[in-house]
């Protein structure tokens, strides 16, 4: 969008209020797609940031809610439907705590995210992120040296998600094994219930 298109958004009476009763409703129904699709929207237009941090927590709290559930059950997120964004939703809250340099608060969600998720690509990635937490890198540093910022992906799944490094992945994570392995053991009862 362009600053004329984004104005027009912003300062447009029905769209705003289909984004206001599609903000109430997706809480009162705890519907988490809807929820992101306001919370994009109020990013993009640059809207009121009490909402944007209230959607954000109703977002945490679903996403919560209904992974410990999914856990219970034994099975596996996925990355599609619902799922999907209650992964982003973990990863997002991970990166927040990293972004603050709470390394062992991301580190552990990551660590649960990454033996909760069914997608080799993403647990990988995220494996990588493990190894860059237990080395207290900070988010900026790993985003300048180790993110290769000028690949994309072709699936929209993984555009929530840092996948691609300026190294060969496999490679790297046969390099920090046993940074794996040890935060693998100080981590694990994280997965028992």
Known sequence: MDKEQLHEART???FLKYLEETRVDAIATKNISALYEVLDSFLVLDLDEEKINSVYQHILQISFENVEKIVNENRK?????????YVRAFYEHAVEKWSYENFDG????????????EDELLCSAL????????????LDSFYE???????????EKYGYFITNF?????????NNIKTLEKEYENLKHLLES
Do not use: R, W
Not at 129 to 136: G, M
């Open 166 to 174: 300026n190294y060969d992945k496999k490679e790297y994570l046969e």
């Open 106 to 117: 991301a580190k552990e969600l990551i660590f649960v995210l990454s033996n909760i998720t």
């Open 12 to 14: 447009n009476p029905d």
């Open 127 to 138: 494996q990588v992120h493990i190894v860059a937490l237990s080395k207290n890198i900070d």
């Open 145 to 155: 040296k180790e993110v290769d910022l000028n690949s994309s992906t072709d699936e």
């Open 77 to 85: 997120l996925k990355l599609e439907g619902d799922d999907l964004f």
